[in-house]
């Protein structure tokens, strides 16, 4: 869930909610750091495991806002699908201005991803 909500964010250009989730990201090292010095043995190896899970993420998160960057933002949804996420939020007022324009917009979106999946 953590993985969708922030690409979304990345590729909505979302800053609010881009710098929402970096606090919250800080605010959960933290607290995973006090619970690994008070852990024995077999809680410190699932620590791991889960820093593991959350470093994997953060690189895709990073991949994907390097491409948002760039302007690939489909190359950015097609890493996102890659990765196992099939959700996508799609905000138009980023792509035009023009609310007749929005209807082909959405469908030249739908028409892409079918493409990719």
Do not use: H
């Not at 929402?20 to 933290?30: D, M, P, Q, T, V």
């Not at 024995?40 to 990073?62: D, K, M, N």
């Not at 097609?78 to 917009?105: H, I, M, N, Y």
Request: glycine letters at 6%; proline letters at 3%.
């Amino acid at each position: 869930m953590q993985m969708n909500f922030t690409a979304m964010a990345l590729i909505l250009r979302d800053e609010a909610t881009i710098g929402r989730i970096l606090r919250e990201n800080n605010r959960f090292n933290s607290t995973l750091a006090e619970i690994e010095e008070a852990a024995g043995p077999e809680e410190r190896e699932a620590i791991q495991r889960i820093r593991s899970a959350q470093e994997e993420v953060l690189t895709t998160v990073a991949d994907i806002a390097n491409l948002v960057r760039d302007g690939r933002v489909e190359e950015a949804m097609a890493l996102q699908l890659t990765r196992g996420f099939r959700s996508f939020c799609l905000k138009p007022s980023q792509f035009t201005d023009d609310p007749a324009e929005v209807g082909e917009l959405c469908a030249r979106v739908v028409r892409y991803l079918g493409t990719l999946a």
